[in-house]
T-cell receptor, first 113, second 112 residues
Framework: EPEVTQTPSHQVTQMGQEVILRCVPISNHLYFYWYRQILGQKVEFLVSFYNNEISEKSEIFDDQFSVERPDGSNFTLKIRSTKLEDSAMYFC???????????FGSGTRLTVV | EDQVTQSPEALRLQEGESSSLNCSYTVSGLRGLFWYRQDPGKGPEFLFTLYSAGEEKEKERLKATLTKKESFLHITAPKPEDSATYLCAVRAGYSSASKIIFGSGTRLSIRP
C-alpha cells in the first residue's frame, strides 16, 4: 500500500537554529499538507500546497515557516529560527484529486532545546 | 467557525464490550467526515470517509455512521489491539486543497 514517508523520524535542535523536515508524498497525489501535534493536544493544520504554491495557511504558519517542493517527489517544511514552542510531532499528508482520504506519514518528532 | 468535538475523551472497555464514540461537528458546507486511528507516536491512519447523512461504512469491528450534526464510530466486540486514539476530522470549504480539521480524539483502551 502506498505510503507517505517522512525523514528524519526524530530531530533535536538548538533554539534559533534552522530545521528542514522532509516528506515524500504518494506519487500520484496532487495536494500536500503539513500538520503538527503538540504532545497531548489536537492535530493542527499548518499549510496546504497545490500546483507549486500555498493554497491555505493557518495562523501558526508565520514568516518563520516555509514550504517547498524542490523536485517531483519531495515536499519540505523549513522552520527558520526554531523556538521552544515549536517542539511537536510534524506530520506530512497528501491526497489525490478526489480527496477521498488524506494519507499521513509517521511524523517527525522535533525537539527544540 | 468550523468545529469538531469528540466524546468521551477516554473510554475503557472490557474485551468484547461494544460501545460507540461520538463526533459532533459544526461546519459550513461539509465535504467529507473522516475517521482516523492514531497509535502513540505515530501518524493518523485512515479508516473511513463519510459524505452524506445516512451513510454508513464498515471495517472489521468498526462501523461509522453520519447524521447532519454528528457521526458515531461503533465498535463491536473489541479486542485489545483496538486500543488507540480515534480521531474525527471534517473537510470544509470548496477548494480542492481544503484542509481537514481534527477533533481532540477519544482514547480507547480495551482490557483483556
Amino acid at each position: 500500500e502506498p505510503e507517505v514517508t517522512q525523514t528524519p523520524s526524530h530531530q533535536v535542535t538548538q533554539m534559533g537554529q534552522e530545521v528542514i523536515l522532509r516528506c515524500v508524498p504518494i506519487s500520484n497525489h496532487l495536494y500536500f499538507y503539513w500538520y503538527r501535534q503538540i504532545l497531548g493536544q489536537k492535530v493542527e493544520f499548518l499549510v496546504s500546497f497545490y500546483n507549486n504554491e500555498i493554497s491555505e495557511k493557518s495562523e501558526i504558519f508565520d514568516d518563520q515557516f516555509s514550504v517547498e517542493r524542490p523536485d517531483g517527489s519531495n515536499f519540505t517544511l523549513k522552520i527558520r529560527s526554531t523556538k521552544l514552542e515549536d517542539s511537536a510531532m510534524y506530520f506530512c499528508a497528501s491526497s489525490s484529486r478526489d480527496n477521498y482520504g488524506y494519507t499521513f506519514g509517521s511524523g517527525t518528532r522535533l525537539t527544540v532545546v | 467557525e468550523d468545529q469538531v468535538t469528540q466524546s468521551p475523551e477516554a473510554l475503557r472497555l472490557q474485551e468484547g464490550e461494544s460501545s460507540s464514540l461520538n463526533c459532533s461537528y459544526t461546519v459550513s458546507g461539509l465535504r467529507g467526515l473522516f475517521w482516523y486511528r492514531q497509535d502513540p507516536g505515530k501518524g493518523p491512519e485512515f479508516l473511513f470517509t463519510l459524505y452524506s447523512a445516512g451513510e454508513e461504512k464498515e471495517k472489521e469491528r468498526l462501523k461509522a455512521t453520519l447524521t447532519k450534526k454528528e457521526s458515531f464510530l461503533h465498535i463491536t466486540a473489541p479486542k485489545p489491539e483496538d486500543s488507540a486514539t480515534y480521531l474525527c476530522a471534517v473537510r470544509a470549504g470548496y477548494s480542492s486543497a481544503s484542509k481537514i480539521i481534527f477533533g481532540s480524539g477519544t482514547r480507547l483502551s480495551i482490557r483483556p
